[in-house]
């Protein structure tokens, strides 16, 4: 291996490789080290790009192995930091000439600053195979995708080995790969996994414990695979029952997927106008605080629609993430009652001890939804949604509608959702998420307060916002957009919501301990610096 293949040291025709000289540093090492070395000379003022690039073109002639691939970004500091130490003392040895020996060290420094602490290379190859098979709707997160291999409790590892801080994926809220749920899952799939078709102790088990979580109004379970179908049924099951067609929910709602959800999901709709069969009254603190639901609900009658269900997610997350204000589920439950609709309680990001002891989102006020949905945490990543009612809903839309799935409710689901239920309890996470998330919202205040254009952190338990404002000519959803990437960078993972996507989504595993809150304030501390 050359190992010092420089521009001085190569004979080029045109963009034609011809030779190269100097053998000097000839050794026997790992192919790519050759290539590292190359690129380290290359790198001009923008690093990564020009990193990239350059090993693009080399894998078009000779592709890379993965562990190849994520050794680059190392080997290339190690090159520029081996330039500097040897040069240094270099001309320590030879002061007479000092500025020949030492030319490298001033060009390798500023290498060395601009490449900054980056330690993984975006995987382009695969990346060109994603896009050939997948939608392109199917979007990525983080303007350099982040292709992750592995995760555990609340870190998740990345193919160069960077271990992540996972402070945004509330699916497993009892941690990635727990290590009980993954050995009930197994046990349950080599012994059964069947359908609600047949009479089975999982899924009786299942709905038991989570009616018994639950007010006892609501004591009757159905099971669908996931949030959105979860939302489906129960949007289905209201305009059955009342023989009404229209919804009502807030201005930047998301409730699913499916043709039915995502009707009522405008966060989602990229400029498109609601249905006529869809109205909006006001989120908790938002601008619009002083709208009223009834008169959103007679906004509705005036396009000659009846409401079936008003339906909020109970955490506010698309609208911003917002402490819910005084009276303010009341008021809407009362509103959808007085004109014939039910209320509807999306608990898909909220239910499940991520609000705190308080256990619900909903629980915030003292009314007693008519139906609850809920989904992600449920099976801890496993798929699985429910709707959970009272049993006079439930008859009257049995008879009049069906509803079947293969999977929902089935053997492995029902036995994964139990155990999540039974660890969630037994662990006290609903307290774990008072108690940590406080300390969290702390932390994270701290951080706005030497903050111009950061609002102090808001939001319920281990569900956190902090709004960002347009400030100095950047707009809030710019800024916040850098925050979260500045933040991958230094090693953690957060989201973005709310209108503008200008509202910084925090929303870790519910195992997330103290010492990963102080280690999330020092890293958003200094991912503001640099946004």
Request: with cysteine.
């Amino acid at each position: 291996m050359h190992n010092d293949l420089n521009p001085d040291n190569v004979v080029l025709d045109g963009e034609v490789l011809r030779g190269a000289f100097d053998f000097g540093d000839m050794l026997h090492a790992p192919r790519v080290v050759d290539l590292a070395v190359a690129a380290a000379y290359q790198l001009g003022t923008a690093p990564h790009e020009t990193i990239e690039q350059f090993v693009d073109g080399y894998e078009r002639r000779s592709p890379l192995e993965r562990a190849e691939r994520a050794a680059i970004p190392s080997l290339v500091a190690l090159r520029l930091c081996q330039s500097i130490v040897i040069s240094s003392w270099r001309r320590k040895l030879d002061p007479g000439n000092a500025a020949y020996v030492g030319a490298d060290i001033a060009p390798a420094a500023a290498s060395l600053a601009r490449f900054g602490g980056r330690a993984t290379l975006p995987n382009r190859a695969l990346r060109q195979r994603r896009s050939a098979v997948l939608a392109p709707g199917l979007r990525l997160s983080y303007q350099e995708p982040l292709e992750v291999v592995t995760a555990h409790g609340v870190h998740v590892t990345d193919a160069s080995g960077k271990v992540y801080l996972d402070a945004y994926n509330n699916v497993v809220q009892l941690g990635h790969g727990n290590e009980e749920i993954a050995a009930i899952l197994g046990a349950q799939v080599r012994r059964l996994n069947t359908n609600t078709r047949y009479l089975t102790e999982a899924v009786v088990e299942c709905a038991e414990r989570l009616v018994g979580l639950l007010p006892d109004e609501l004591d009757t379970c159905l099971f669908t695979n996931s949030g959105s179908e979860a939302n489906d049924l129960a949007l289905r099951m209201a305009r059955s029952v009342t023989g009404n067609h229209g919804f009502m929910i807030t201005p930047n709602a998301y409730h699913g997927s499916t043709a039915l959800t995502y009707a009522l999901s405008p966060e989602e709709h990229l400029g498109s106008t609601l249905a006529d069969w869809v109205t909006i009254t006001a989120a908790p603190d938002s601008a619009l605080s002083g709208a009223d639901p009834s008169r959103a609900i007679a906004a509705l009658a005036g396009r000659g629609f009846g409401l079936a269900a008003g339906i909020v997610d109970t955490v506010f997350s698309s609208d911003g993430i917002h402490d819910v204000s005084a009276g303010y589920l009341d008021r809407f439950a009362e509103a959808c009652h007085e004109a014939g609709g039910l209320y509807v309680a999306d608990e898909v990001q909220a239910g499940l001890g991520r609000v705190g002891r308080r256990f619900w989102g909903f629980a915030a006020s003292d009314v007693v939804p008519d139906i609850v949905t809920l989904g992600k945490p449920l099976g801890n990543g496993y798929p699985i949604g429910a709707v959970v009612t009272r049993r006079e809903i439930a008859e009257r839309f049995a008879a009049r509608d069906y509803f079947f799935s293969t999977f929902g409710g089935s053997s492995v689901a029902a036995a994964v959702a139990s155990a999540v239920m039974r660890l969630t309890v037994d662990c006290d996470l609903a307290g774990h998420a008072s108690e940590v998330g406080g300390q969290l919202r702390q932390v994270l205040s701290s951080c706005a307060n030497r903050t111009p254009w950061l609002d102090e952190a808001r939001g319920p338990g281990m569900f956190i916002g902090m709004p960002v404002r347009d400030y100095d000519g950047v707009t809030a959803s710019v800024r916040a957009a850098s925050v979260v990437d500045r933040l991958r960078h230094e090693g953690s993972l957060i989201g973005r919501t709310g209108a503008g996507l200008s509202v910084l989504k925090i929303r870790p595993p519910l195992v997330f301990g103290q010492s990963d809150t102080i280690e999330l304030g020092a890293m958003l501390n200094t991912a503001l610096t640099d946004a």
